[in-house]
Nanobody
Framework: QVQPVESGGGLVQAGGSLRLSCAAS????????MGWFRQAPGKERWFVAA???????DYADSVKGRFTISRDNAKSTVYLQMNNLKPEDTAVYYC?????????????????WGQGTQVTVSS
């Protein structure tokens, strides 16, 4: 079992930055693929970014150049640095863990999910 726990959400003005953290307790963190997804009110959950054990990353087109995903295996933590935030980035952000080794944007591939953290970007 893996239990992801997100933190770092909050309210920020457009153009500002936030860093989300996700601590994943349980099985060997370093072997997991970790992903971030987001869900705005009334919308589906969408892929944001993912990173695998080798450090290979993938991003949604809407966040490329603004968001950076990274991991610290010693701390069993994955981060999402979000810069130049826009009102359309407002959503609940979820951290997820995949026992596979391939970076994937498909939420169905992820086995464990956190409870989410709210990010609100004001205009």
């Amino acid at each position: 079992q893996v239990q992801p726990v997100e933190s770092g959400g909050g309210l920020v003005q457009a153009g500002g930055s936030l860093r989300l953290s996700c601590a994943a307790s349980g099985r060997t963190f370093s072997s997991l693929t970790m992903g971030w997804f987001r869900q705005a009110p009334g919308k589906e959950r969408w892929f944001v970014a993912a990173i695998n054990w080798r450090g290979t990353t993938d991003y949604a087109d809407s966040v490329k150049g603004r968001f950076t995903i990274s991991r610290d295996n010693a701390k069993s933590t994955v981060y999402l640095q979000m810069n130049n935030l826009k009102p359309e980035d407002t959503a609940v952000y979820y951290c997820a863990a995949d026992q596979g080794t391939v970076v994937t944007p498909d939420s169905r591939d992820y086995d464990y999910w956190g409870q989410g953290t709210q990010v609100t970007v004001s205009s």
